[in-house]
């Protein structure tokens, strides 16, 4: 029975850390034939936000993790598209082809003034007593998505074609379905959605091992009502055939207590056509994605205050056996962690890739300022809840 172990953190190592004050974010963690693994990571220098083009590094291991190489810089020459900007999630087929999501074009976040988005006071007063005030406008400096393929474990790229991202970004990892397809989560405006509608979310499918994807289709659309934001997400393939969707919503009627980031849960029963309603079931709860264990149980990782959270069930999701903290942060102290991604070692323990602030002996000078970010690695096995470590877990 599932319910008769829980999964803890072993250990957690250092995966890509780079010299003097520069920063790496966004882990790809893949496997590639011999069994080696290469963690990619997006670096830069300074504040992360200013920056017009990240520089992607990748690191090798040849023990599992244990140990990795200097991080090289991957993209040295233009491909066919151009050099890309940044990656994002990564996956490995059986056949060996490595798939990364590239991004072209510049990464500078414009503050939300210059795309016209602002916070439009509405004369409600909440119950908690606050002013009302709603977020009304679009964000558009969004860079195109392309997946990036190689077939030679990494020595050379290939660039398939653009992927409808509804207008924003893929936001979260690559699910491989029992049919052969690829999933990939995408959150965004709905084609034709007027301009004061937020984010819905979705995805998008590949029938061809990634290098063309579908039109999206809608998992949770932006409700008018609630004024939500359904964005970041994770969907798996249970294996009584259902799909359940995990995914970040929060709420963008801004009265300064009962605004919040959730996790809600949805499913299918009919291969991804129609959902059920979403229902929140944690709070403060990021950055999403998901995964089947090795055991057939479901978890669940996203990012909150207090550091890195993973919850598991044994029920596909309904209910929830524990939720654990795999790596903590006092949120007083500054700094930023999640990007994730997962791989299951063949000894059956998991590999969590993320990134985090590198020193954390230091607070910063307030709760918004991230400082170096590096990518770690987090081991996750196995114990027996009456043991030790599971007492502690």
Request: aromatic fraction near 10%; glycine fraction near 12%.
């Amino acid at each position: 029975m599932m319910n008769e172990y829980r999964w803890v953190v072993e250990k957690v190592k250092v995966g890509c850390e780079m010299p003097a004050e520069v920063s790496t974010i966004h882990p790809s963690l893949v496997r590639v034939r011999n069994g080696d693994l290469l963690l990619f990571g997006n670096t830069y220098s300074g504040n992360r936000f200013v920056s017009k083009s990240y520089t992607v590094v990748v690191c090798r291991s040849a023990d599992n993790g244990e140990t990795w190489s200097k991080p090289q810089e991957t993209f040295t020459k233009p491909l066919a598209a151009g050099k890309p900007s940044a990656v994002g999630t990564g996956t490995s087929l059986k056949s060996g082809r490595i798939i990364l999501l590239g991004e072209f074009g510049s990464t500078e976040c414009k503050n939300k003034e210059t795309q016209g988005i602002k916070d439009v006071p509405t004369g409600e007063i909440s119950p908690y007593g606050f002013p009302v005030v709603e977020t009304r406008g679009r964000w558009t400096d969004v860079p195109p998505c392309r997946p990036l393929l190689s077939d030679d474990d990494g020595e050379t790229w290939q660039v398939g074609d653009p992927i409808d991202c509804l207008s924003y970004v893929a936001g979260g990892s690559i699910t491989h379905l029992s049919d052969g397809s690829l999933l990939l989560p995408v959150f965004g405006y709905r084609p034709g959605a007027e301009d004061a509608e937020q984010f819905s979310n979705g995805y998008v499918l590949s029938k061809d091992d990634g290098r063309t994807w579908g039109p999206p289709a809608i998992v949770a659309a932006w409700d008018r009502r609630v004024h939500d934001m359904p964005n970041e997400m994770g969907i798996v393939e249970l294996p009584d055939g259902r799909w359940v969707a995990l995914y970040r919503n929060q709420f963008q009627r801004n009265d300064y207590n009962s605004t919040g980031v959730f996790l809600f849960r949805s499913y299918s029963r009919d291969r991804g056509r129609t959902w059920t309603t979403g229902e929140q079931i944690f709070p403060n709860m990021g950055y999403t994605v998901a995964t089947l264990l090795p055991d057939g149980a479901l978890m669940v990782i996203g990012h909150c205050l207090s550091g890195i959270l993973y919850a598991v069930s044994s029920t596909g999701g309904e209910t929830w056996d524990y939720q654990n903290l795999l790596w903590g942060r006092d949120p007083r102290d500054g700094g930023d962690c999640g990007g994730f991604s997962l791989l299951r070692l063949d000894d059956g323990r998991m590999l969590v890739a993320y990134y985090a602030r590198a020193d954390r002996s230091k607070p910063l000078p307030n709760a918004c300022e991230y400082g170096k970010q590096r990518l770690e690695l987090a081991w996750l096995k196995k114990v027996k809840p009456d043991s030790v470590q599971g007492r502690m877990r």
